[in-house]
């Protein structure tokens, strides 16, 4: 199934405690971005990619586009305070309808056989989240940290990213968020708050968002882990 794909990439990395936007880190001397771009060039099912970035970063990012031959890139959009404006300043720029991704320029470990099982999910509803089981126990805390709540493990979610909607119905969910101020920190959120039903497709613990500078280890393992697989999208580019 054809898709095109929107990229939020127009954070401050703040967590990551790195001086400057994370998307530009070496991860075992290839830029983040280009490790989570390049799974899309790949893909012959996406037919575009829309890079959301800080407007002072956009030379920067066309010059490793260039230089990585990234060449699905339709536009290089610049993005906004929060994650959600970045998606909706993206929205903007698509000039096809159809199914649309969202997905965290700081996940470069999807797989494209997780994008394809996502987007065989989301035809038959508004939309589909990658997705793993919670592990741990998780309990709600109030300001003075103390337990309020004990939630049943078995109905939680890890979310990720990609999220898959069609092209119509994130437009919707992201136009009535802003006009009535509500804010959520992934888009099937405000899917939801316009009571879209969203799937949720089983996902990889592979699939992490690299947040602080722990993760960049964890990176580290899991393309050791990756390493020699002759399948692996990462090979390619
Ligand atoms: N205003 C923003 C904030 C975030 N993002 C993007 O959304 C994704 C997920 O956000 P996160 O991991 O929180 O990245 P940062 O905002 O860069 O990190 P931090 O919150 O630590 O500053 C990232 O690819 C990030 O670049 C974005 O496009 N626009
Ligand atoms: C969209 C997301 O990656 C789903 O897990 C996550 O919610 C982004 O949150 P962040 O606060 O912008 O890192």
């Known amino acids: 199934m054809a898709y095109t794909v929107i990229i939020p990439a127009a954070g401050q990395g703040k967590r ?23 799974i899309f060039q790949n893909d012959e099912a996406c037919t575009a990619i829309v890079v959301v970035v ?3 970063e956009i030379g ?47 996940r470069p470990f999807i797989r494209q ?10 035809s038959d509803t508004q939309g589909a989240v990658l ?42 969910a992201h136009e009535v968020a802003l006009n009535t101020g509500f804010t959520g920190t992934d888009d099937a959120s405000l899917v939801e708050y316009i009571s879209g039903k969203i799937r949720l497709v089983p996902g990889s613990e592979d699939n992490i968002k690299l947040t602080t500078p722990d993760d960049i280890g964890m990176a580290e393992m899991i ?12 090979a390619r580019l």
């Not at 592990?135 to 709540?149: A, C």
């Open 113 to 122: 056989e997780e994008i394809h099982r996502l987007l065989a999910e989301v």
């Open 54 to 56: 800080n407007a002072g």
């Open 16 to 38: 990551m405690n790195a001086g400057g936007n994370k998307q530009f880190l070496n991860i075992r001397s290839l830029p983040l971005i280009i490790r989570t771009l390049r």
């Open 131 to 172: 997705a793993t089981k919670v592990k741990d126990t998780i309990k709600k805390g109030s300001d003075e940290q103390f337990v309020t709540e004990t939630l049943t493990r078995d109905e939680l979610w890890s979310v990720q990213t990609p999220q898959a909607f069609s092209f119509d119905m994130l437009k919707k």
């Open 60 to 106: 920067d990012m066309e010059r490793l586009f260039t230089h990585y031959n990234v060449s699905k890139v339709q536009a290089l959009v610049p993005g906004g305070k929060e994650r959600q404006e970045s998606v909706y300043a993206g929205l903007q720029h698509l000039d096809q309808a159809g199914i649309v991704l969202v997905h965290d320029g700081a």
């Open 223 to 234: 393309l050791g882990k990756r390493k020699g697989d002759e399948h692996e999208d990462w």
